[in-house]
């Protein structure tokens, strides 16, 4: 029957869709619409099946099957929710945890970072913390994770003795522990111990869960921080792989085996809202980690598989207009999911300015159950398979990211890499891009640095979500070299006057490495801030910096150019005077001065403005020599006239919006260069 209904309908070769594409382009070249990513590769505008010659390993293997490209489940695309619990106190974080997994969660991850004498988030200090956070959770039958910065061993240890007092064996026990200590060198700068005894803490925890935690992982191979420092996708995939790789080379010279290694370790990604080509990247990243583990000869095929964790981006999350945060974590929820991602976090919309509220934690949740409840996304085994596209983007990420792969391998590995600058560099590179396209609104922030709501007050509650305690300290002696041992810490722990402190060690007085740490950030702040000077300069003078729209002579011009200029300065939190025209120059100019706004706008046509803005300008400026005098549009062959009758600017498309705005913000005196305004 299919056959038959098929054969209805005739094969298209890819020349002819061309020349169709072209007829509905009028002609325009279709080479004009090759996109070229930051990830430094050309995309086309469309591909056919002929474009899936030679991607026959990724096309020809099956679900389950090496090299993993598409997933590692055979029968469905199940992914775990994952909720991250951050709060003041054990009673707040266990209830939250219980509330979560009542309410859809099925995996837990407990934000209780420690180091340098301090914990974030979660204030875990002896064993009875950590009975009273695991109260009436089910240890054993969901995954638990636990974020816990330099204190992995410690938190592993008081776990396990958890575990055992509620009768759960440390074989049934699955979640992990984020011991990483790649990504703490590239985030602080250093390692947290020596670098000998980071790799050896490292070793000998990996070697208790692979004798007593088969379903454990405890080495997280994390690629956020490169992600949320601006690197590019590829330049993504390749440091964090470089990473995987710094782990096998390290503690397999240390005499731990690959499979070991490789059965304890994951991955985890954050997930922008490139929605394609981050469907690609898990896909991509799966097939080269196939490979590079194929070379370390373990004894399970298992053992090649990635193990994915995903999570929403921070990079590309605002805190004006928060809700469009939603929008954008269930785009980035969609490509995970559809990615093959093993777990996902969706961070709730307000997780970037304050502690999330119920409203916001249950809209995160439900963002995941819609998609398997009502979108059945964790039905189809790969749901991208075959798509031309997303084949074709899966295998250019794979070969641009192993080329840089490659160039890291040839300095030495991910460390001599960081400490060489190699890595800073290629994503300040690649950031400086970002940043520019976002200053000149090429790259868009919804509500931030184009189609703003200039009605939006200062975000409320705002603080910050993971306050600092000292960790305390017993007393009670405990032998340097136990600390790398999880028996001795068991022991250690059993007693009941025991204290985390007490096993936290103190960062060295001189690190033997030194690098130039890298720099997360969202993409959004520069126009968050030059927003907020705003708002507090209104909060401290009661004054409202003003904007006048002067529209004149073509009728559909001058309102493009209006709403262009409208939504120009009101990314800057200025109120915006609006107008439709006026009968004629007269009556506009004396509006403009009656309204008292400093900065006027000319909003016409590029033609019509030599003979349109010298007349208004003089005008205005013969009665408030100060006033500023812009022109909205670009009329290149004129600038220079019009700047000689007394025009101060032009805005237009390729405008450094950020650059124009703060000139104009020193200028009505809200920002000084320093100080409490910046």
């Avoid at 004009?32 to 590769?41: A, D, H, T």
């Avoid at 209780?112 to 009273?132: F, H, N």
């Avoid at 039905?379 to 080329?403: C, F, H, K, M, Q």
């Avoid at 209006?562 to 107008?579: D, L, V």
Wanted: negative net charge; proline residues 5%; glycine residues 8%.
């Amino acid at each position: 029957m299919s056959k038959k209904l098929f054969e209805e309908f005739p094969p298209v070769t890819p020349e002819e869709w061309k020349s169709q594409i072209e007829k509905d382009l009028k002609g325009i070249d279709l080479q004009k619409l090759n996109w070229r990513p930051y990830e430094g590769f050309t995309v086309e505008p469309f591909y056919t099946e002929r474009d899936l010659t030679g991607l026959e390993y990724l096309t020809d293997s099956a679900p389950n099957e090496f090299p993993y490209a598409r997933g590692i489940r055979a029968r469905d695309n199940r992914w775990r929710i994952d909720d991250h619990i951050s709060a003041e106190n054990i009673e707040d974080a266990n209830r939250l945890a219980v509330e979560s997994i009542k309410q859809g969660a099925d995996s837990i991850t407990f934000i209780c970072e420690a180091g340098e004498g301090l914990m974030r988030g979660i204030p875990i200090q002896s064993e009875d913390d950590v009975s009273g956070l695991l109260k009436n959770i089910p240890i054993g039958e969901i995954p638990l994770h636990f974020k816990c910065g330099t204190a992995h061993a410690a938190i592993l240890s008081l776990f396990v003795n958890e575990a055992e007092k509620t009768g759960v064996e440390p074989e049934k026990l699955t979640g992990s522990v984020d011991a990483d200590p790649l990504g703490y060198l590239a985030l602080k700068g250093t390692f947290a111990r020596s670098e000998k005894d980071s790799f050896e803490e490292l070793a000998a925890v990996i070697s208790y869960v692979g004798g007593h935690m088969p379903l454990f992982k405890v080495l997280k191979v994390n690629g956020h921080h490169f992600h949320n420092s601006g690197a590019s996708i590829t330049q993504e995939v390749a440091f964090t792989l470089s990473s995987g790789v710094e782990y096998l080379d390290r503690l397999t010279s240390m005499d731990v085996r690959p499979d070991m290694i490789l059965n304890h370790m994951s991955f985890s990604f954050s997930v922008g809202s490139n929605y394609f080509m981050e469907i690609a990247k898990l896909r991509a990243a799966r097939l080269l980690w196939a490979k590079i583990a194929e070379q370390y000869k373990p004894g399970g095929e298992s053992s090649k598989k990635m193990i994915l964790e995903t999570r929403t981006s921070s990079w590309n999350k605002t805190v004006f207009d928060p809700y469009v945060n939603m929008l954008r974590t269930t785009v980035e929820a969609m490509a995970a999911s559809i990615g093959g991602s093993e777990t996902l976090n969706v961070q709730p919309m307000d997780s970037t300015f304050r502690t999330p509220d119920e409203f916001s934690r249950r809209m995160a949740r439900n963002t995941q159950l819609i998609l398997k409840n009502e979108s059945y996304l964790d039905r189809v085994t790969d749901p991208g398979a075959g798509a031309y596209y997303i084949e074709n983007l899966t295998d250019s990420i794979a070969e641009a990211s192993w080329e840089t792969f490659l160039k890291i391998e040839e300095l030495g590995g991910v460390v001599e890499a960081l400490k060489s600058g190699f890595i800073q560099d290629e994503i300040e590179k690649t950031r400086n891009k970002r940043d520019m396209d976002i200053a000149a609104r090429k790259k868009i922030f919804l509500g931030v640095n184009q189609y703003p709501d200039i009605n939006e007050k200062m975000p409320e509650n705002t603080g910050d979500r993971r306050k600092e305690v000292k960790l305390k300290k017993s007393g009670l002696e405990i032998k340097p070299e136990e600390l790398n041992s999880i028996e001795a810490l068991r022991d250690y722990f059993s007693d009941k006057n025991a204290l985390l402190g007490d096993t936290v060690p103190e960062a060295p007085v001189k690190h033997d490495v030194r690098i130039l740490p890298l720099k997360p950030y969202r993409g959004a702040e520069p126009f968050e801030k030059i927003r907020l000077r705003t708002l507090r300069y209104i909060s401290d003078t009661g004054n409202s910096p003003e904007v006048f729209l002067f529209p004149a002579g073509n009728p559909s011009m001058r309102s493009a150019r209006a709403a262009f200029s409208g939504n120009f300065f009101g990314c800057a939190g200025f109120k915006i005077i609006e107008n439709t025209g006026f009968k004629d120059i007269e009556t506009g100019v004396k509006a403009a001065l009656k309204s008292e706004a400093r900065i006027i706008v000319i909003c016409s046509s590029d033609k019509e403005y030599p003979d349109l803005a010298p007349e208004i300008c003089k005008e205005l400026k013969a009665e408030s020599p100060d006033v500023k005098v812009l022109i909205a549009g670009n009329p290149k062959e004129h600038v220079s006239e019009l700047r000689s009758c007394g025009i101060d600017d032009f805005i237009h498309a390729r405008s450094n919006a950020l650059e124009l705005i703060e000139k104009y913000q020193e200028i009505l005196g809200i920002y000084t260069g320093g100080g409490e305004n910046n």
